[in-house]
Nanobody, 125 residues
């Protein structure tokens, strides 16, 4: 089972930036679809960005974050990052990375099998 670890969460002011990272030991993330989800109490979990298996450029992002958040791979560090710019209070949530080894496009309604423990992001002034 792939064990994912997120890092980089914390507090930011509106308009600020944070960078989240997702890594795994012993497994090569390049061979997985990797997605970032977020969850706020009282709301459904939301997929906000993903990157396709064996690709550094095939990505998708939701309308809520498009133009502000960027997902990318650093294969030398076996890491998938989420660069979050122009943060808004409504971005406050627990952020999770998730993985599945499939050729199905990452933006489809596929089941992500392995999940990290989550990292809190809080945006407030």
């Amino acid at each position: 089972q792939l064990q994912l670890v997120e890092s980089g969460g914390g507090a930011a002011q509106p308009g600020g930036s944070l960078r989240l990272s997702c890594t795994a030991s012993g497994w090569t993330l390049y061979y997985y679809n990797i997605a970032w989800f977020r969850h706020t109490p009282g709301k459904e979990r939301e997929k906000i960005a993903c990157i396709n298996i064996s690709s550094d450029t095939s990505t998708w992002s939701s309308d809520a974050v498009k133009g502000r958040f960027t997902i990318s791979r650093d294969n030398s560090k076996n890491t998938v990052s989420l660069q979050m710019n122009s943060l808004k209070p409504e971005d406050t949530a627990v952020y999770y990375c998730a993985a599945v080894s499939t050729v199905d496009p990452c933006d489809r309604n596929i089941e992500y099998v392995d999940w990290g423990q989550g990292t809190q992001v809080t945006v407030s002034s």
